[in-house]
């Protein structure tokens, strides 16, 4: 495909904003909804916050790094754009869904492409119970949290958590624990993409809990549930040479 409008999306850093003034003098000013493709310029978080922004333009993705890792993005070059982005390889994302409730009541929903994060807000630890389809799997977990992540999403928190990295076309998620107590020895599970995990909080008003899409928190939930939206589709692109598989396959052989 040949892309011929292209929308850039910058972050506030001052690498990234002198780098969307260069760009659009070479190619133009175009708004995501009438765009072809969204170039984003920043980190990861900034990819992830243009796609929570303009998922539902229907259009790709191309990040060029503008932040540090970058782990969902391309190397900055300003020239032979249109020529990189024709020859690039798409990569289908699925975001989780996650449906909260809070103590008082509130039913709230959100987008993760990352992860879905519980996480202790006071000094006590959280106490949650793990459901998966339905059935208990873990009935007492005490820990600073628990996090569901995504294949794409699987080399961020959740590494950090030690939790597993996975291909993308492995079709499954990773359940990771953050810190815990009992059971101590608990790593952890891979669940397959189709499964709908539920997890209740203990005395959720002695032992606070927030839940966290991506970087949408939910504070002092009782209950959340997650599972993949398969009815909401991306799509990112990747120079042939530094695309997504090969960056999630090379991260597992890091010293």
Same mark, same amino acid.
């Given at each position: 495909?040949?892309?011929?409008?292209?929308?850039?999306?910058?972050?506030?850093?001052?690498?990234?904003?002198?780098?969307?003034?260069?760009?659009?003098?070479?190619?133009?000013?175009?708004?995501?909804d009438k765009a072809d493709v969204i170039v984003? #310029?920043?980190?990861?978080?900034?990819?992830?916050?243009? &796609?929570?922004?303009?998922?539902r333009c229907g259009v790709p993705f191309y990040g060029m790094n503008r932040g540090t890792v970058g782990f969902l993005l391309n190397a900055y070059r300003e020239t032979g754009l249109v020529r990189r982005l024709t020859a690039a390889t798409p990569v289908t994302l699925h975001p989780l869904r996650?449906?909260?409730?809070?103590?008082?009541?509130?039913?709230?929903?959100? #987008?993760?492409?990352?992860?879905?994060? #519980?996480l202790?807000?006071?000094?006590?630890?959280?106490?949650?119970?793990?459901?998966?389809?339905?059935?208990?799997?873990m009935k007492e977990l005490i820990c600073d949290g628990v996090l569901l992540a995504t294949p794409a999403g699987s080399t961020a928190y959740n590494l950090s958590a030690h939790g597993p990295i996975?291909?993308?076309?492995?079709? &499954?998620?990773? #359940?990771?624990?953050?810190?815990?107590?009992?059971?101590?020895?608990?790593?952890?599970?891979?669940?397959?993409?189709?499964?709908?995990?539920?997890?209740?909080?203990?005395?959720?008003?002695?032992?606070?809990?927030?839940?966290?899409?991506?970087y949408t928190e939910v504070r002092d939930v009782r209950e959340v549930s997650v599972r993949e939206a398969r009815d909401i589709s991306v799509t990112l692109l990747f120079d042939p040479e530094h695309n997504l598989e090969e960056r999630i396959l090379t991260e597992q052989f890091v010293p």
């Open positions: 495909m040949t892309y011929s409008s292209i929308a850039f999306f910058a972050a506030d850093s001052d690498s990234a904003q002198r780098a969307l003034r260069r760009l659009e003098r070479r190619y133009g000013r175009i708004a995501p984003t #310029l920043g980190g990861d978080g900034t990819m992830l916050e243009a &796609l929570h922004r303009f998922m996650m449906n909260a409730k809070t103590i008082g009541g509130k039913a709230r929903q959100a #987008l993760a492409f990352n992860e879905v994060s #519980l202790r807000e006071s000094r006590q630890a959280a106490k949650l119970r793990i459901r998966i389809d339905g059935k208990v799997r996975m291909p993308l076309g492995a079709g &499954l998620l990773a #359940l990771t624990p953050i810190s815990a107590f009992r059971p101590r020895r608990w790593r952890g599970a891979l669940l397959p993409a189709s499964a709908q995990v539920a997890i209740a909080v203990f005395e959720p008003t002695k032992r606070p809990v927030s839940a966290v899409a991506d």
